[in-house]
């Protein structure tokens, strides 16, 4: 079955290809429109339909729109019932006209589709699936009956769903009924704080490591879990712990104070709601999605202190990851034999010559050095800052050696210089890439493998020093392990730089500049190139130097 799964509901709206239970392609429109989140200065332009996501899809795909089985949308607009859901019944009743019309847009985005069926599928259904039925367990890595929690800001009605998957078929065990929700406390702290609303929640994450979570006995008595597998999120009066901060000011010790007792309240209803879920299912594998599982910290608390022995979170855990998951639900609807997704990198890719292409038409000296990744590697010994630009672009928000900013992490100065680049808080912490087999004796506390950076690991004593760079200030990292048999070219890379330095890590941000999406393709590399003080271009075979 040929499925073409979409999400154009809240934010970050996306495509994916399913076709025979195996994903072909899924990818982000802000990819294409360079618009972060898809968010422009106007109203609902979250809602807008990721045509040109989806056009790609079906190239590569090899599809036209008529050869589609099927298309799932991640939002059923039957499920809204904003009288009782605490929202604003005018504003739903135009995201419910919207999502209800979706069919009709698609005619449009698909030249006039007209074949298959249409499904509207349960936003938190479409989180659920997306982990579940793309999860790879045990040593062979395939799909598996699993426990399966999605939480979030909201979905038509509901904050959260929690479920066990048998034999690929979801049993819906509790829900949470809005107006209660953890991901819009979030979001409100966020606010609160000065950042961007459902965008820029891990800054909130990384502002609570600096903080202690003083006021966490008066948030129990706000934000606690219920027997029945769900939650109350009550009102709160941010004023009475910190002064609101202004976007750009500096942050005091209150507000990192409000900060952790927040995290550490989330992370305390999550452990209740996964207690109340394994006692109910038994299974000792949970699968994570939702904006919510996006929290690093939370998700390592959970795997350490939760009765699940083994934990995974879909690497597009955020609302992109509803367009496969729609598109994976209603596959396993149809009885496809599902494959499980053993990389993020599901995105755009380039040929070498498309690459040379791009760079002889910028006119910009380049070079192709006998091993790149060698030369990658000598460049950041030397301390330089190279942008890596590899293979398929990543689906989801993380790089994850694919779209990076890679760096030396023994030079302390480094994680200030890469935020300069960025144009981002130097609060922020940066991550480092590790080789797999190398992981366990620099990095405890987190599984390994980890290669989506979705769990923190504390780095150890010894090599906190020689990791000064991707050393957050409360001792721990958010790390990326990468294998040879997943991505050689980066490992060959992460290889050559132990060789030279005897550190078998590199610092590995992603390849942006503040409020713009990742870098996508070769046009996008060389404008980031030619505006940041990036010392070398890695782009496909070819190595461009700064002069």
């Known amino acids: 079955m040929r499925v073409l799964g979409i999400n154009a509901v809240f934010h970050d709206s996306a495509a994916a290809l399913v076709v025979d239970g195996r994903t072909i392609a899924a990818a982000e429109e802000e990819r294409f429109s360079r618009r972060k989140h898809g968010k422009r200065p106007v109203p609902f332009s979250a809602w807008e339909l990721p045509e040109q996501a989806i056009a790609w899809c079906l190239t590569q795909g090899g599809l036209t729109p008529d050869d589609l089985d099927a298309v799932a949308y991640s939002y059923d607009p039957e499920l809204v019932d904003p009288s009782s859901a605490g929202l604003d019944p005018s504003w739903e009743d135009l995201r419910t006209t919207y999502a209800a019309r979706a069919p009709h847009f698609l005619k449009t985005a698909l030249s006039g589709y007209q074949g298959g069926q249409f499904n509207f599928v349960r936003h938190h259904v479409a989180h659920a699936a997306s982990a579940a039925l793309a999860a790879p367990w045990g040593t062979d890595g395939s799909l598996a009956d699993c426990a ?21 078929k979801l049993d ?68 009475r712990f910190a002064p609101a901060r202004r976007p750009g000011d500096a942050f005091d010790e209150s507000h990192a104070d409000l900060a952790a007792s927040v995290q550490a309240v989330l992370e305390e209803v999550l452990l209740a709601l996964c207690s109340w879920l394994h006692d109910r299912t038994g299974n000792s594998r949970l699968a994570l999605a939702g904006g919510v599982a996006l929290n690093c910290v939370a998700n390592t608390r959970l795997l350490a202190e939760s009765p699940f022995s083994e934990i995974w979170v879909q690497p597009a855990a955020g609302d992109s990851g509803t367009a496969l998951g729609a598109a994976l639900a209603v596959a396993a609807e149809a009885g496809d034999d599902l494959e499980p997704m053993t990389s993020a990198a599901l995105g755009r890719g380039w040929s070498d010559r498309q690459i040379e292409l791009a760079l002889s038409t910028a006119r910009i000296p380049y070079e ?21 630009f590899q293979g398929r672009a990543e689906y989801g928000p993380r790089a994850l050696g694919h779209r990076s900013l890679l760096a030396h992490p023994a030079r ?24 797999s087999e190398r992981a366990p004796e620099i990095f405890n506390r987190g599984p390994v493998p980890s290669p989506y950076m979705l769990f923190v690991h504390d780095v150890a004593a010894e090599w906190q020093d020689r990791l000064r760079a991707v050393t957050h200030v409360d001792g721990t990292a958010r790390i990326q392990t990468v294998d040879a048999a997943d991505d050689q070219l980066t490992a060959n890379m992460l290889t050559a730089f132990d060789e030279i330095t005897g550190i078998p890590v590199v610092v590995n941000t992603s390849l942006n500049t503040a409020g713009r999406p990742m870098v996508d393709s070769p046009r996008d590399a060389l404008e980031l190139f030619g505006s940041a003080p990036v010392d070398a271009l890695a782009i496909g075979p070819y190595l461009v130097r700064r002069p």
Request: hydrophobic share 40%; with cysteine.
């Open 412 to 435: 302390d100065d480094n994680t200030e210089r890469l935020n300069d680049i960025k144009g981002r808080e130097q609060f922020r912490p940066v991550a480092p890439m590790v080789l």
């Open 148 to 168: 399966v929690l999605a939480v979030d800001g909201r979905g038509e009605a509901t904050s959260m769903l929690a479920g066990e998957y048998r034999d690929c």
């Open 368 to 388: 192709r050095p006998a091993d790149i990744a060698g030369a990658t590697a000598e460049i950041i010994a030397d301390n330089g800052i190279v942008a890596w």
């Open 172 to 239: 819906v065990l509790a829900a949470q009924s809005l107006p209660h929700s953890l991901g819009l406390l979030y979001e409100d702290l966020t606010a609160y704080l000065g950042f961007e609303r459902s965008s820029d929640e891990y800054k909130v994450m990384a502002m609570a490591s600096y903080g202690a979570p003083l006021h966490l006995d008066h948030f129990r008595q706000r934000v606690y879990a219920t027997p029945d597998g769900g939650f109350r999120t009550e009102s709160i009066d941010w004023g």
